[in-house]
């Protein structure tokens, strides 16, 4: 499968790069009164961000990556990152956008990580080889590229044989869009009665700000929910 950028999706690239530089989870930051990158303040995040989501450490399999290599896609405050650094694999982060980048490879310094750290890129043409990883992870993010198959694909190159894509989405029958969008939940719902499978489409701007909003106020550039029955 080609992988290379369409016009609509190189300009939906470039507003994520824009996008995405103001980290995710800079607003929960400043609700918690964080204000720099000291390894105290980064801890104070983290732990809220894993008291807030303790499925993550059911799902992400940290024990079982020393030694192993892993990639995460989509890197925001970088508190998976640490994680997985701190697990003892060797670690690579791939993001669009430069802030997250940044960030990572701040922690990495920090922990003394031998690990490559974090370069700037898009998953939709991934700058590593084949079978690269033993494991991809990526959190809250692919749903976002413009071309979630597309990026579901190259972490399958990229993946060695036996290798494992661990990652989130938008759920496209969650409750918050069952009270939200009734109407057009219903309706995706009877066209995958019907047949149909595939994401549901971007979103308007309302749809996106209430999963993704920056400090301005601005959602998302791009969103996609999807079924279990599609994602399959």
Known sequence: ????????????SDKNASFWDE?????????????????????RFDDWYFN???????????????????LEVGLGYGTVSQRIAEAGAHYRGLDIAA???????HRMAGLGSKSNGAVQGSILAAPFADASFDYVIAIGCLHHTGNLKGAIDETYRILRPGGKLIFMVYYAY??????????????????EVGGYRGVVGRGDERQRAAYDINGAGVGAPHTDWISKRSLK
Request: hydrophobic fraction near 35%; charge should be positive.
């Open 52 to 70: 807030f989501y303790p499925y993550l450490n059911d799902h992400i399999p940290f024990k079982e990556m020393t030694g192993k290599d892993v």
């Open 174 to 191: 969650s409750w918050r869009r069952w009270r939200n969008q009734t109407k057009e939940t219903l309706g995706i719902l009877k066209q």
């Open 99 to 105: 802030g997250p980048v940044a960030m990572v490879n």
């Open 23 to 43: 980290l995710c989870g800079s607003q929960l930051a400043k609700q918690l009164g964080i204000t720099d990158n000291s390894p105290a303040s980064l801890k």
């Open 1 to 12: 499968m080609s992988t290379a950028a369409t016009p609509d999706q190189t300009d939906v």
